[in-house]
């Protein structure tokens, strides 16, 4: 299911802007670490829990958070 390397993924989450919630993409290669419940992804601390989808670059989703 995963490998490869971090380039190969883009993690979804939650993230408000302009008051509304909306899906942010994050390019897997600013991934920096995975500690607990949270990951590092350039300096910024983002909890595992909005974290909602990992698709690979085309388009394969490998996790979907369940509702």
Same mark, same amino acid.
């Given at each position: *299911?995963y490998?490869g &390397? /971090? =380039? %190969? ?5 939650? #993230?408000?802007? =302009?008051?509304?919630?909306? $899906?942010?993409? @994050?390019? +897997?290669? $600013? $991934?920096? %670490?995975? /500690? +607990?419940?949270? *990951?590092?992804? %350039?300096?910024? @601390? @983002?909890? $595992? #829990?909005? !974290? !909602?989808?990992? /698709? /690979?670059?085309? +388009?394969? !989703?490998?996790?979907?958070?369940? &509702?």
């Amino acid at each position: *299911m995963y490998g490869g &390397s /971090r =380039d %190969d993924y883009i993690i979804y989450i939650k #993230h408000r802007e =302009d008051g509304e919630e909306v $899906l942010r993409p @994050i390019p +897997g290669s $600013l $991934l920096r %670490d995975v /500690r +607990g419940n949270c *990951m590092i992804v %350039d300096g910024e @601390i @983002i909890p $595992l #829990h909005r !974290v !909602v989808e990992i /698709r /690979r670059k085309n +388009g394969v !989703v490998v996790y979907k958070r369940q &509702s």
